[in-house]
């Protein structure tokens, strides 16, 4: 289980540091900025190359959504979710202090401007209603279970979950980037409100209620409509 968890810890610090960071230190960089699509490819790309790493050690979830929705799809034990939830959200918490400690670094930085955080209203990066938040991150996550579980049934083809996975993330940041800055992940969400420090905490509870019943859902599909009987 020390295993199981230190690589949900290191998975986790990953996708909030590669994807967040690609966001604090990258998309708007003068001239050459990667934007919100190369944001988009990089949250993607931090679960694919830990899914790699560290998925057949730990099932590669760094994401407490994840953990709740394969609990609801029968392909986890839900005795060891909140151990692998605390895992997740330290791990993001330790990624987002280090990208903070580079931040920082910039004359001129400000954690409290936003930090790649999660918001809603004034604080969504295109100015999203609340509901329209919490449909979009219900309906994504839910899409994210069924791809997850879909990519890693036993009839599916072996050595390509992560690909699928992480490509299925980065098309969910494409979409909902400018609705919410694209949580599905109540750690990552949870790490940089931490450090903005005002708005996005007092908005957070959203990040954790949407992506969770999306990721119960999502597993709930699966298991009732989508995946074979043995």
């Given amino acids: 289980m020390l ?22 230190l990258a998309a708007a960089y003068p001239e050459l900025g990667i934007g919100f699509a190369g944001v988009a490819l990089a949250f993607g790309l931090t679960v694919l190359t830990m899914a790699y790493a560290v998925g057949h050690i730990s099932g590669g ?6 953990t709740l929705g394969l609990v609801a799809g029968g392909r986890f034990a839900s005795k060891d979710a909140v151990s ?11 990624g987002a202090a280090v990208l903070y400690a580079i931040a920082s670094g ?5 954690a409290s401007a936003g930090f790649a955080s999660n918001g809603y209203g004034e604080h969504s990066p295109n100015g999203f209603s609340l509901s329209a938040v919490i449909i979009a ?8 279970l069924i791809i997850i579980h879909g990519a890693t049934d036993a009839k599916a083809p072996e ?5 699928a996975i992480g490509l299925g993330l980065t098309l969910i940041h494409l979409i909902s980037i400018p609705v919410s800055n694209t949580s599905v992940n109540p750690a990552r969400s949870t790490a940089v409100a931490i450090f903005q420090g005002s ?7 959203v990040f954790w209620a949407a992506p969770i019943v999306g990721g119960i859902l999502g597993g709930i599909i699966y298991r009732t409509l989508l995946q074979e009987k043995a």
């Fill in 137 to 144: 991150e219900v309906v994504l996550t839910a899409f994210f």
């Fill in 199 to 205: 708005w996005a905490i007092e908005q957070l509870w």
């Fill in 61 to 66: 979830h760094f994401n407490p959504a994840v």
């Fill in 106 to 110: 910039k004359v001129g930085f400000d």
């Fill in 3 to 24: 295993k199981k968890l230190a690589a949900e810890f290191f998975g986790t610090f990953w996708l909030v540091f590669g994807g967040c960071g690609s966001a604090v």
């Fill in 84 to 94: 692998y939830i605390v895992a997740q959200v330290i791990g993001g918490i330790v």
């Fill in 159 to 163: 050595g390509f979950a992560p690909i």
